[in-house]
């Protein structure tokens, strides 16, 4: 935006908040009425987390607008602003299959571990692989086709 709106923000903090307070009601009558014991969804983190930072954001907007802005709160919330404008969509289409490449991988190009210090050292696993995980002839290459 050109322009700071700080009035409209404080607007749709207390929408936002009211909105939060009708689903955590909706949340303690859903718990009653689902007879749930202990902590209830309105007892959820995404309820914790979502008014703590509602909070912060509204406490700093009121002191801006305090001490910088001055701008009056309207009383009917602010338009959304039209979806096309913060999205464009792209299209995207696959490759067709006959344009894929199949790709063999070779277990001879991975170092084994005990066989190269350098390799053993970069590697954060430090423990030596056991027997029983070796590849096996039968599951030497991976074809992707």
Known sequence: FAQEKCGDSLKVFQ???????RARKAAKEFALKAKIAGAGPAQHTVFTTLES?????QDKA???????????????APAHPDPQCLVQPEAYSLPSPADWSGVTLDPAAVPLRGQNK????ASSDTAPMP???KITSEEQY????
């Open 142 to 145: 991976c074809v992707v086709s």
């Open 15 to 21: 929408l936002s908040q009211d909105a939060l307070e």
């Open 118 to 121: 350098a390799a053993d050292l």
């Open 62 to 76: 009121v002191r801006e607008n305090g001490l910088i802005y001055h701008h009056r709160v309207p009383a009917e």
């Open 131 to 133: 027997a029983s995980a």
């Open 53 to 57: 930072t509602l909070k912060k954001a």
